[in-house]
């Protein structure tokens, strides 16, 4: 690991100097300490806020079909209840797709299928999204999604650990990807990118989900091995000159959360 370079600073930092110069300059106030970093809920009228601006737009612009609304129900039916994107992100993740004109998809993590019926929809008929998923029951639940979703001749499944299956595609020269969106176990996302870069040309766009997790992700001292998998990808993303990278901070009907999105030059 080389956290070093990159080790966030304490957002507490920005009060200490201050409170120093406050010895000198006396009338001078030093600022209340800013609110702890907490795990994403935040002030709950903070949250029904944003909970609130997303069902605004949301209503005006998007609609789930009975598909996509099951795919999120049978979520609860899966080791990871909840963990789906929300509305907006995944009509985000299609536009990408579309803008991108991506044809072939990647993803690490399926769970209920709800993204990657997103990407099915978005790549069209001559698309193909593979996915990738540890649980065979997630799996299980997935793929009765896409066939309500109309989408199955084009998703395809891998089972077992996702390096794994990305390495077997690695080793089977498959025809590369043009957009990987990560979204599995966080502490192997620096793996994963690894495997994205092995199976995309130039070009490709890869997606790496939840990489605030409530501000998680600046937190001084973290051993969380979800902060320290994103601390490791952002790293190993800014060492990479193939990669031009961005992060989007969202806030929304699922709290405080963000993704980085990639383009491999
Ligand atoms: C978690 C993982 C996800 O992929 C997600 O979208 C939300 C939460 C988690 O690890 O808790
Ligand atoms: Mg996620």
Redesign the pocket.
């Known amino acids: 690991m080389n956290n070093e370079q990159h080790t966030p600073h304490s957002p507490s930092a920005a009060t200490q100097a201050p409170n120093v110069g406050a010895e000198a300059s006396p009338g001078f106030r030093a600022p209340a300490e800013p609110p702890r970093l907490s795990a994403g809920t935040g002030n709950p009228a903070q949250h029904a806020a944003w909970r609130e601006v997303d069902g605004y737009f949301n209503d005006a612009f998007l609609s789930e079909d009975a598909a996509l609304v099951e795919a999120r129900r049978s979520g609860t039916n899966t080791t990871?209840p909840g963990?789906?994107?929300a509305r907006n992100q995944g009509a985000f993740l299609s536009m990408l797709t579309q803008i991108s004109g991506a044809r072939r998809v990647l993803e690490f993590?399926t769970l209920a299928g709800y993204s990657t019926i997103c990407f099915a929809r978005a790549v069209g008929e001559r698309g193909a999204v593979t996915t990738l998923e540890l649980s065979p029951e997630n799996a299980e639940v997935a793929r009765a999604n896409f066939v309500r979703a109309g989408v199955e001749a084009r998703v395809r499944v891998l089972l077992g650990p996702a390096a794994e299956s990305a390495q077997h595609l690695i080793d089977q020269a498959v025809e590369p990807f043009d957009l990987v969106f990560i979204?599995a176990d966080?502490p192997n996302n620096p793996k994963y990118l690894a495997a994205a870069l092995e199976l995309t040309r130039p070009g490709a766009v890869i997606v790496i989900?939840?990489v605030v997790r409530g501000g998680a992700v600046i937190e001084p001292g973290s051993v969380d091995p979800?902060v320290l998998g994103v601390r490791q990808v952002v790293s190993d993303i800014a060492d990479d000159d193939r990669l031009e990278a961005v992060a989007l901070q969202a806030v929304g009907e699922k709290g405080w959360d963000g993704l980085v999105v990639a383009r491999r030059r």
């Open positions: 990871m963990a789906e994107i993590g979204d966080k989900d939840n979800a």
